[in-house]
Nanobody
Framework: QVQVEQSGGGMVQSGGSLRLSCEATGRTGSSSVVGWFRQAPGKEREFVAA????????NYADSVKGRFTVSRATSNSPVYLHMTGLKSEDAALYYCAVTGPKYGGWRSGTERTDVYDYWGRGTQVTVSS
């Protein structure tokens, strides 16, 4: 089992920045991936970014490239999602997720919700104009 704890989020003006944090503890490995997803009211949950456990590989949705950065300092550090240049369309409930033991590895994909077994409770990001 893996426990996923999220923190951060809140309200920010358009163009502002926020940082989300995710800590995963339990049975993880070097091929585990931490993903960030978001879900706005009335919309499906969508992929935002992902990082391999070591922090050496990252992937981003086109909508956030150049504005969001996913990072971690070491394999024991939290995973951060640094969000800059926030827009109204970025407002959503943000989730952190971690792949499980059946995950096929980075090349099998990081953007589908069904490759992740463990999910945080979500943290709200609100962007005011």
């Amino acid at each position: 089992q893996v426990q996923v704890e999220q923190s951060g989020g809140g309200m920010v003006q358009s163009g502002g920045s926020l940082r989300l944090s995710c800590e995963a503890t339990g049975r993880t490995g070097s091929s585990s991936v931490v993903g960030w997803f978001r879900q706005a009211p009335g919309k499906e949950r969508e992929f935002v970014a992902a990082i391999i456990w070591s922090g050496t590989l990252t992937n981003y949705a086109d909508s956030v490239k150049g504005r969001f950065t996913v990072s971690r300092a070491t394999s024991n550090s939290p995973v951060y999602l640094h969000m800059t240049g926030l827009k109204s369309e970025d407002a959503a409930l943000y989730y952190c997720a971690v792949t499980g033991p059946k995950y096929g590895g980075w090349r099998s994909g990081t953007e589908r919700t069904d490759v992740y077994d463990y999910w945080g409770r979500g943290t709200q990001v609100t962007v005011s104009s």
